[in-house]
């Protein structure tokens, strides 16, 4: 296979017309301009040293020598060479709650808007770990399969909102089972599930699920967003709140127990997420402890240069236009290689 590095470069091959056009339209007036003065045979004769085609190679290999520096700087590369790169790093998949009481605001500027402010900063610290995004309400369903792609990952990240499910509920069990089904094959690895949930109406099977993922050496971490004091949740009604069935304003309130027991049952830690970024250090500090294997063994082609044998032929080149005079050599008077 051949490509060239730096294509932009082969613009300059463009020259090579516009170089050609004004040389032979400076011969065609230096003819006119010899007519003027005598019969071109009288004029050849007085000229014997002169040579009207030495001038045209010389030309000529300039012109194939500026088109191969054009070729030269576009670096071109032809055949491959493979390399093995391996990448030390952990595995994690967020399981992220987007039910919406997640729309509360006694975190800023949203539980959920919070939420995923810390997913994108975990994200950004990561170079070459593994990450997979999970969201729930009353169903769970993969948000993006586990990825080194880490700006595939924000960009899922920014798309996350309530209305991408429409049963409501907390179903962290089947999130958790989810997560199970998320990770590698590769058991060596580090691999935890961070939740990230207010932790409100959840379902059962959650216990179940935690030690499934347990008995893999998965650890789950609980972030619980919000406070166990409580907020309404923003109506779609300008400057009201959702309300129940009697008209009364429905408070949802973090479930900061049922958060601390799924963290004790997973083998993580359990941190509450406020308007400080104490769960953002919190959480970077208990993933690094995780050990660090090879998650990723990844075979590529890259392509070898071959600029310097353009290179050598450039010099050649030069070196040939050199040694041809533009007049007749006396050395090789006797050796018509470019007649008269």
Aim: net charge negative; glycine share 6%; with cysteine.
């Amino acid at each position: 296979m051949f490509r060239f590095e730096e294509p932009t470069y082969l613009y300059l091959l463009l020259l090579i017309p516009v170089l050609a056009a004004f040389y032979l339209y400076s011969n065609y007036k230096r003819n006119k301009a010899i007519c003027r003065f005598g019969d071109p045979v009288l004029m050849a004769s007085l000229m014997p040293e002169v040579s009207k085609y030495r001038p045209n190679v010389k030309f000529a290999i300039m012109l194939t020598v500026i088109g191969l520096f054009a070729v030269l700087l576009a670096r071109p590369q032809f055949g491959s060479k493979p390399e093995t790169i391996k990448r030390q790093g952990i595995e994690v998949i967020i399981a992220l709650d987007i039910s919406n009481s997640m729309l509360a605001q006694d975190v800023q500027p949203s539980r959920l808007e919070k939420a995923k402010r810390i997913v994108s900063q975990l994200v950004d610290k990561m170079q070459n770990d593994k990450v997979g995004m999970i969201v729930f309400a009353g169903d769970a369903f993969t948000q993006l399969p586990i990825t080194t792609d880490y700006i595939s990952a924000k960009m899922f990240l920014e798309t996350i909102e309530p209305s991408l499910i429409s049963k409501q509920g907390t179903a962290i069990g089947a999130a958790i089972d989810l997560a199970n089904h998320s990770f590698t094959p590769n058991e060596e690895v580090g691999r935890t599930i961070i939740l990230i949930t207010d932790g409100e109406n959840h379902e059962g099977g959650v216990n179940e699920a935690i030690k499934r993922a347990t008995e893999k050496g998965i650890q789950v971490n609980v972030l619980g967003v919000g406070s166990p004091e409580g907020s309404p949740i923003p109506s779609d009604e300008e400057n009201d709140y959702r309300r129940d069935r009697d008209g009364n304003v429905i408070i949802t309130r973090l479930n900061e127990q049922m958060c601390q027991e799924i963290a004790q049952i997973g083998k993580g830690i359990y941190v509450r997420v406020d308007n400080t970024n104490n769960a953002q250090e919190a959480i970077n500090k208990e993933i690094n402890k995780l050990a660090k294997a090879d998650v990723e063994t990844q075979i590529y082609t890259d392509f070898n240069e071959q600029f310097q044998y353009i290179a050598w032929i450039i010099l050649i080149l030069l070196f040939v236009e050199m040694l041809i005079l533009e007049c007749k050599n006396p050395l090789f008077r006797n050796i018509h290689l470019f007649s008269k």
